[in-house]
Nanobody, 125 residues
Framework: QVRLVESGGDSVQPGGSLRLSCAASSNIDQSACVAWFRQAPGKEREKVAYVYTGSSRTYYADSVKGRFTISHDNAKNTVYLQMNSLKPEDTAMYYC??????????????????WGQGTQVTVSS
């Protein structure tokens, strides 16, 4: 069982930056994959980014490419999401998640077994 805890959400103005953290209760081993999702009220859950902690290979949704960066610190069992040039449409609850099967990271949110409680990001002037 892996417990994930997000932090770092806040209210910022458009153009601002935030860094979200996802702390895992157990070691993020070399075969792990961790993803960030977001969900705004009335909208479907969207996968924002994911990282393979062994190879550091990453994926980004088109909506955040060039603005968001996912990274990990295995020594701290933590995955980060650096969010720059934030837009009002980035407003959502952000969740980190991990699947038991590493290859499922490329799949939909239903394939992810472990979820954090979420952290709210609000972008507004």
């Amino acid at each position: 069982q892996v417990r994930l805890v997000e932090s770092g959400g806040d209210s910022v103005q458009p153009g601002g930056s935030l860094r979200l953290s996802c702390a895992a209760s157990s070691n993020i081993d070399q075969s792990a994959c961790v993803a960030w999702f977001r969900q705004a009220p009335g909208k479907e859950r969207e996968k924002v980014a994911y990282v393979y902690t062994g190879s550091s290979r990453t994926y980004y949704a088109d909506s955040v490419k060039g603005r968001f960066t996912i990274s990990h610190d295995n020594a701290k069992n933590t995955v980060y999401l650096q969010m720059n040039s934030l837009k009002p449409e980035d407003t959502a609850m952000y969740y980190c998640a991990a699947p038991r099967v590493r290859s499922y990271c490329a799949g939909g949110w239903g394939l992810f077994d472990y979820w954090g409680q979420g952290t709210q990001v609000t972008v507004s002037s």
